[in-house]
């Protein structure tokens, strides 16, 4: 079956620690998303892809960064400059242009 | 610019209850409206859409939405609520990208 896989699904990071979230798809999406969801907030594009080697900031993109080496893998790390990083992070993929996403089941980051 | 509200928080129903979820958008073009639905810890699931042409839009388990131009809302309906149907519920536009709402927590009472 096709879909998109984020691991790992809960993540502890100290403080002043970058940490890397994966997202990998074999839906053969050649555009790739990365939200950050909080209460009351729904969700916040950080990140997006629409081709390998390319990618575009979002609305939150201040404390993050991203690669696209490979069609299939999109990882996010939070690095030590994001002054909020508790959150749940959601990947999402589709065709270019295309409104039909598919998201990941996310990864719940903590800062401990 | 795009931007979507949905004014209610949380809501609790009776199981067997009728549900309206709200939502209200701005866009400057003819929106693309979505619904999604996310239980706790998971993603998002699709439950409808909204293009164009019938207003009256069905979607998964027993869920509708009804695009009203004139009052620029795109709310959601379901005509007697499960417990399974708890959960929360996100209204979306899409332009260039998505651009969610902020969320309505559903509760639903035995």
């Known amino acids: 079956d096709g879909g998109i896989t984020q691991s790992p699904k809960y993540l502890f990071r100290k403080e002043g620690q970058n940490v890397t979230l994966s997202c990998e798809q074999n839906l053969n999406h050649d555009a790739m998303y990365w939200y950050r969801q909080d209460p009351g907030q729904g969700l916040r594009l950080i990140y997006y892809s629409q081709i390998v080697n390319d990618f575009q900031k979002g609305d939150i993109a201040e404390g993050y960064s991203v690669s696209r080496e490979k069609k299939e893998s999109f990882p996010l790390t939070v690095t030590s400059a994001q002054k909020n990083p508790t959150a749940f992070y959601l990947c999402a993929s589709s065709l270019p242009g295309a409104s039909d996403y598919t998201f990941g089941s996310g990864t719940r980051l903590t800062v401990v | 610019a795009q931007s979507v509200t949905q004014p209610d928080i949380h809501i609790t129903v009776s199981e067997g209850a009728s549900l309206e979820l709200r939502c209200n958008y701005s866009y400057g073009a003819t929106p693309y409206l979505f619904w999604y639905v996310q239980s706790p810890g998971q993603g998002l699931q699709l439950l409808l859409k909204?293009?164009?042409?019938?207003?009256l839009v069905q979607g998964i388990k027993g869920f509708e939405a009804e695009f009203k131009r004139s009052q620029s809302s795109f709310n959601l309906r379901k005509p007697s609520v499960h417990w399974s149907d708890a959960a929360e519920y996100f209204c979306a536009v899409y332009g260039q990208n998505f651009v969610f709402g902020p969320g309505t927590r559903l509760s639903v009472l035995p």
């Open positions: 909204y293009f164009s042409g019938d207003t």
